[in-house]
């Protein structure tokens, strides 16, 4: 079912989803034009609601693949709940050492012991071109209505939500 939220309402309605999913499969494409993808956890997003953010090595091939063509696109998916987005964005490496203090949880030592201050971690700052989400059915019973309800109308279920997002 498409939505009647307006622009500022689905965007909020992005950022809301992508945060309680985390970790987005980040794909970049490589120098022979081949996608590539790998999981990512989200870090806190910019204020302006425009802008992730993603700890990484600075000398991870990603790195050189994003200098190379800085279009990425995001998938978050969390099959529990059926509610998946997608995000298109442009992305470039930051190596601020105040940003990646900020932006720095202990739990990431498990990935980069280094820690925040370290010139090898480096930061991944996606601004968001556009989205799409689906926001499916959650609860069992209204799976098992609308399974029932296609049966008899051979018609499939639109009670999800799924809308396209400008950031731009």
């Known amino acids: 079912m498409q939505t009647t939220r307006n622009d500022d ?20 494409i490589d120098g022979e034009g081949h996608l590539r993808g790998r999981p990512m956890r989200t870090q806190k997003p910019d204020p302006d609601g425009k802008t992730l953010w993603f700890f990484t090595r600075a000398d991870s091939p990603k790195v050189a693949e994003i200098q190379n063509d800085p279009r990425v696109l995001l998938g978050y998916s969390d099959t529990r709940n059926q509610d998946y987005v997608s995000i298109s964005g442009k992305a470039r490496l930051v190596t ?13 030592r498990t990935w980069l012991p280094e820690g925040a201050e370290s010139p090898e971690v480096a930061l991944i700052a ?19 209505y609308g399974y ?19 950031f731009t």
């Open 9 to 28: 309402e689905m965007r909020i309605k992005v950022r809301d989803m992508i945060a309680e999913i985390g970790t987005a499969i980040f794909t970049t």
């Open 96 to 108: 601020d050492t105040a940003r990646k203090q900020a932006l720095w949880t202990e739990g990431l």
């Open 126 to 144: 996606v601004t968001i071109d556009g989205a799409e989400y689906w926001d499916g059915i959650s609860s069992s019973l209204r799976f098992a």
């Open 148 to 166: 029932a309800q296609s049966l008899v109308t051979g018609r499939p279920d639109t009670s999800g939500e799924n809308a396209k997002v400008n």
